[in-house]
């Protein structure tokens, strides 16, 4: 039986469940529940439950080599993100877990307590080396659940306590309760943050992003940042074409009012599942222009939705790309806002104790 989709799903930034297949998982069957059995006809319920399970993994450092990007170390406290940004590059990774990178992956979230305490235990390695650990390259440290868990907190302690450099990647004020960590870490150049703003119009952001801070939160967070002295960043991201692409401007002029010294910018990405959920996104809230946005996503993809590969997936390229990169540059120099320069210091770090044992040298 073909599964009606509600013409608007409230609260969420998927509007569906969509199925990973990527992998070889067969769809889930229908176990005679009523529930399931509403759902087959009438689609997911509106309003749904945001879950969290606690996982205890054996390691909290992630590794890589990529070349594009600009650190080879992560933390990601949270699995699956309640923020609900429909464009999230991190969605598929849900797909692994034979879960939805949909509704599930805004719904269905992971916690790991133990964060903090397997950070400790990798810094005390004898042949531990030190770079800047990212935070919030898959799933925002900062999303609601932090409220209660304060995970990214306890990470933060750790690296206070052993001087070790980290960078936040946020859309939530709710990293200004941890001023008390992030200005003795900022004085020790051991910091930098970095705080997405899509767009300046709240009722775009809702649908975009809808358990997001709202962008004029964003931009007081990114002052008071500033303000206190923490190397602070605005990326404007992701830029899309004919949706949001048109508060580039603006959003780089307050940034800059609001005391950002750098501006970045990332064009839309669609890897894996994000592709027909965007979709289905554009469908039910911008069906007048859903071809148009499409059309322009695909131009600066060398005709593609997407394109993986190494080197060329973070440089659209294109007559749209060229110009998001010339409105960009005519923007950040006319706002007099530069290229990011965090120079973060990794010669201060000391290992932490472990068991109540002191270090020997």
Known sequence: MERRLAPELSGRGAQSGAVPTRF?????????????????????????????????PKTILSFNQSPDIGFDRSINAYRGCEHGCVYCYARPTHAYHDLSPGLDFETRLFAKPNAAELLRATLAKPKYTPRPIAMGTNTDPYQPIEDRYRITRSVLEVCLETRHPVTITTKSDRLLAD????????EQHLVAVAISVTTLDPKLSGKLEPRATSPVKRLTALQKLAAAGVPVHCNVAPVIPAITDEFMEGIIEQAAAAGVASCGWIALRLPHEIAPLFREWLSVHFPDRGDKVMNIVRSIRDGKDNDPNFFSRMKPTGVWADLFRTRFRLACKRAGVGRPR????????????????????
């Open 24 to 56: 070889g998982l067969a769809t889930r069957e229908v176990d005679g529940d009523w529930r399931d059995y509403m759902e087959s006809l009438d689609g997911p319920p509106v309003k749904l439950r945001t879950t969290v399970t606690e996982e205890r």
């Open 342 to 361: 965090f120079e973060l210091d990794c010669t201060q770090f000391r290992p932490p104790n472990i068991g109540g044992q002191l270090q020997l040298l």
């Open 179 to 186: 001023l008390d960590l992030l200005v003795p870490l900022a």
